[in-house]
């Protein structure tokens, strides 16, 4: 269970690194919007990341 969680947060922080560099070029509201706009919910962000980790049972 450990090593889904270790393989979660790499994926998380992947989406984080990610995103945050094209956001900064193509999207065209990253220069003007606050930036809590661009704080994405981490129950969503973990639900997506938790997608891309094979057999994982997710319990809420």
Do not use: C, G, W
Request: glycine letters at 0%; a positive charge; zero cysteines.
């Amino acid at each position: 269970m450990s090593n889904d969680r270790q393989r979660i947060r790499e994926k998380i922080s992947q989406l984080f690194a990610r995103s945050d560099k094209k956001q900064d070029i193509s999207n065209p509201y990253f220069h003007t919007a606050e930036p809590s706009v661009f704080q994405i919910s981490p129950v969503s962000e973990f639900v997506k990341a938790a997608q891309l980790v094979p057999n994982l049972k997710l319990s809420f």
